[in-house]
């Protein structure tokens, strides 16, 4: 059955802009593929950890090597890896921060980058043949041209490290400007409006 793998970050829920695109893209996906299965995986609501030293000895031993404590430290690698693995499509909704993404969207990458499981011992990207769309929402001006276009960071980087697990199928829907919500100038749903064609070519 297709697989739809939604991952959001804001921590604002109900005043988020990248939350309220990612529905959108969400209700006009499973419109197309009303068979399909959706799994959500919110960040902003989990308590996701960092890795930290038993989880890297235990991502950097062979498995036959593990014993249950040792096996233990990846298992929440190993769920989100499967939700990746089960997914055809991955959408995630995010805001920048910093020019980059959330910690909380880093920490995730953190668990799910791993050789051996999505990236070969020789860099090969093993989570083949499934599409990502990026839905970025940021306060200021990253529209190309713009003139910090070029800080935009979070873009290259999750498209690099997307290919570097196999997902080359990257759309990025750039929602610049969430500013003029947060200062009045126009609504959420107005803003929103604004990029309804370019989430329903993301969606189709
Ligand atoms: C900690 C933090 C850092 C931010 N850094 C940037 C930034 O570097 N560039 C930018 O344009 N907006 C920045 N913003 C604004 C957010 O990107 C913007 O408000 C975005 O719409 C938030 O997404 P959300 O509405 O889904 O929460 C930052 C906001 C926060 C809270």
Redesign the pocket.
Known sequence: MTCLLVI?????FE???????TAQFVEKWTRRHPKASVINRDLARSNLQFVDLPWIGAAFTPPDLHSPEVAANLAVSNKLIEELKAADHIVI????????I?AILKAYIDQVVRVGVTVSTTYEGLLKGKQATVI???????SPGAP?AS??V?SSYLKQILGFIGITDVNIVL?????A??QGETT?ADFAKRLDAELAAAAA
Request: aromatic fraction near 10%; glycine fraction near 8%.
């Open positions: 959001e970050a804001s921590p604002r005043h988020s802009a990248s939350r309220l695109l909704g995010t805001p920048m921060y910093n020019f980059s959330p970025l929402t940021t306060g200021g001006d990253f910090f800080a935009n979070a929602a610049v400007k969430t500013l919500v947060d959420l």
